[in-house]
């Protein structure tokens, strides 16, 4: 139930097929950049790595889902690329390799709601990282209480449906029903559905639940450095800006692994 299913996995596919040119080329750029192994966790299906890889990079994969990774393992294989992708969450993993860069796209960051998990998380981030490694990341984020709160009151119950191009229906259900504001997250029960010809043939739920971010006081900053991470940087769009009246977007976060950092094993 908390792990996205195979018809999540085709709803995430046709609602988001192709990765916008500038979210590619701002992760690009770090991928450039970084001077050694490339690691993303919450890879999904690979709608980030796969392009990364048609440009000559190469980049392993993390992901807690099956069904989303035997998407991703299907394309690799079919266009001929060579990565290690490992079924696993951020905090369990327990990979052969360290890396010059990590990193996670699209607010995925944010799906990690409990603080021990969040916490164990980092702390398996920065054990997989070389000295001085880049580690970028999105979660979602409030910049007031007053935002929290519209953003909460204004998504109660929605959906959407798209057809597939066998001509199957996929119909996503969400309600938000439960809205912790100590702790900044909204839980929501999200409803798959898969129609052929008129008919329900498959059903699946999944527990989806979102953790908001605040950059004001600093609490993720404090937070990076407890687990050894440093020169932290704020982008609000991929254009590498931060702007205050900016809504709507993702907090991106860049930064390095302490030089010095040692931790044990979370
Ligand atoms: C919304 S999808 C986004 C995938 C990818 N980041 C992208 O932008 O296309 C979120 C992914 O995170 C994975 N995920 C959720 N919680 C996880 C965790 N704790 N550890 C590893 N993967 C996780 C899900 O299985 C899913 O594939």
């Known amino acids: 139930m908390k792990h996205y299913g195979k018809i999540c996995t085709l709803m995430y596919d046709l609602d988001k097929p192709v990765v916008p040119e500038i979210d ?34 190469k980049i392993d994969g993390v992901d807690a ?95 959407k449906w798209l057809k597939s191009p066998e001509g199957e229906i996929v119909l996503q259900s969400v309600v938000q029903n439960d809205q912790d504001r100590n702790s900044d997250t909204v839980h929501s029960l999200v409803r798959y559905e898969l129609i052929k010809d008129g008919r329900l043939v498959d059903t699946e739920f999944l527990e989806f639940s979102l953790k908001y971010h605040n950059k004001g006081g600093d609490k993720l900053k404090a937070l990076l450095d407890e687990h050894g991470f440093e020169d932290v940087v704020y982008y609000n769009s991929y254009d590498k800006t931060y702007d205050k009246g900016r809504k709507n977007s993702n907090l991106i976060v860049e930064c390095r692994k302490k030089q010095d950092f040692s931790r044990k094993r979370p």
């Open 24 to 57: 590619l080329a701002f992760y690009l750029s770090y991928v450039e950049e970084a001077n050694g192994p490339i690691l993303q966790p919450m890879v999904g299906t690979g709608r980030f790595a796969l392009p990364l890889m048609e440009k000559g990079f």
């Open 65 to 159: 889902s099956a069904d989303m990774l035997a998407k991703f393992r299907r394309v690799c294989k079919e266009r001929g690329h060579d990565a290690n992708i490992y079924e696993n969450t951020l905090a369990e993993m327990e990979l052969p390799e360290l890396y010059a860069l990590i990193f996670i796209t699209s607010g995925s960051f944010s799906l990690i709601t409990d603080d021990e998990e969040i916490s164990r998380s980092l702390t398996n981030i920065n054990r997989h990282l070389l000295p001085g490694g880049c580690f970028v990341f999105e979660v979602s984020e409030y910049d007031d209480a007053h935002a929290l709160d519209h953003h909460w009151l204004d998504h109660h119950w929605n959906g």
